[in-house]
């Protein structure tokens, strides 16, 4: 399988990220999806999206209650070539990327495998990146 660049046609393996062209162009996957580790449900994202309360209520309910109404940030992000995470500072508890904590004022680039928690309560989400 191969993906073409949009910026200057380049054929490029499904096993690079950057454009071979040189043009600089970074091959992002098209989605993130966090899964509840324990009722494996799903958010599957597209875009950049403020994660919090009411989003992780869906696939997590009695789990909500240590999210705060604006818990983390995913960002999709064309300029770093990837997905990242970063905590917002109004959050109650923290928001943790494999065990460590995530600060508010630099994103960190999550990876498929990687798991979100919030605080060290029971609530995990598992991250995959998909390319459809």
Partial sequence: MEWKCTVCGIENSFT????????????????LVLTETESKKQLKMHVTTDVGYLLIKTIAENKSNTVSEFQFKIIKSETLGGWFVCHFPSALNQTLLNGDTISSSDPV??????????????????VTLEDK
């Fill in 109 to 126: 680039q999550v990876i498929s495998g990687d798991v979100l928690s919030i605080g060290r309560g029971s609530l995990k989400l598992f």
């Fill in 16 to 31: 690079t990220r950057m454009c071979v062209g040189g043009c600089g162009f970074s091959f992002i996957q098209a989605r």
